[in-house]
T-cell receptor, first 114, second 113 residues
Framework: ETGVTQTPRHLVMGMTNKKSLKCEQH?????MYWYKQSAKKPLELMFV???????ENNSVPSRFSPECPNSSHLFLHLHTLQPEDSALYLC?????????????FGPGTRLLVL | KNQVEQSPQSLIILEGKNCTLQ??????????LRWYKQDTGRGPVSLTI?????NTKSNGRYTATLDADTKQSSLHITASQLSDSASYIC????????????FGSGTRLLVRP
């Protein structure tokens, strides 16, 4: 295991639902990331948090709302999603917010939007 | 435009055989290049990292090479095992006004008995 856990592992939701994804890292890292992985496409960086502060938002639609209450936990709140949002959502952490640092990924949440 | 292209998209080999995966990039300036392995249903795990001054890095049966002049990298897998079946992702760190990670789409490898 990488030290990064994600729950739930699978999620099916309707377009009018509200749900949240949770990520927890046990590595003592200061930076955490949300990625979207769609079939046959490169990973897309969504958000970056460093010491609980959001440092990057890569033009992500407002129906995705991140929350980072402390350096160990990261949430992704979902509401009124579209079918094209179906994907694998990966959380990662690294010692610091430097792309020189290796990122450690969680197993992901497989999301299906109906 | 910064891009990372991987080939082939997918590959099937027999257990025990060697294989080589390719990664071409146009990222400039360049900081480092990583290869990740992603098993089905899991997140990516880092295999190797190389800076522009390094031209080879090994991790067990995995050997990555880098030619910073031609902007090409390869990942060579020796004596493949069934557990090598996974997607292999090339990730390049660019140094523009800030660091950026540029991901390839990955090569899907299937090792058959």
């Amino acid at each position: 295991e990488t030290g990064v856990t994600q729950t739930p592992r699978h999620l099916v939701m309707g377009m009018t639902n509200k749900k949240s994804l949770k990520c927890e890292q046990h590595l003592g890292h200061n930076a955490m990331y949300w990625y979207k992985q769609s079939a046959k496409k490169p990973l897309e960086l969504m958000f970056v948090y460093n010491f609980k502060e959001q440092t990057e938002n890569n033009s992500v639609p407002s129906r995705f709302s991140p929350e980072c209450p402390n350096s160990s936990h990261l949430f992704l709140h979902l509401h009124t999603l579209q079918p094209e949002d179906s994907a694998l959502y990966l959380c990662a952490s690294s010692q610091d917010w430097s792309y020189q640092e290796t990122q450690y990924f969680g197993p992901g949440t497989r999301l299906l939007v109906l | 435009k910064n891009q990372v292209e991987q080939s082939p998209q997918s590959l099937i080999i027999l257990e025990g055989k060697n294989c080589t995966l390719q990664c071409n990039y146009t990222v400039s300036p360049f900081s480092n290049l990583r290869w990740y392995k992603q098993d089905t249903g899991r997140g990516p795990v880092s295999l190797t990292i190389m800076t522009f001054s390094e031209n080879t890095k090994s991790n067990g049966r995995y050997t990555a090479t880098l030619d910073a002049d031609t902007k090409q990298s390869s990942l060579h897998i020796t004596a493949s095992q069934l557990s090598d079946s996974a997607s292999y992702i090339c990730v390049v760190t660019g140094m523009d006004s800030s660091y950026k990670l540029i991901f390839g789409s990955g090569t899907r490898l299937l090792v058959r008995p």
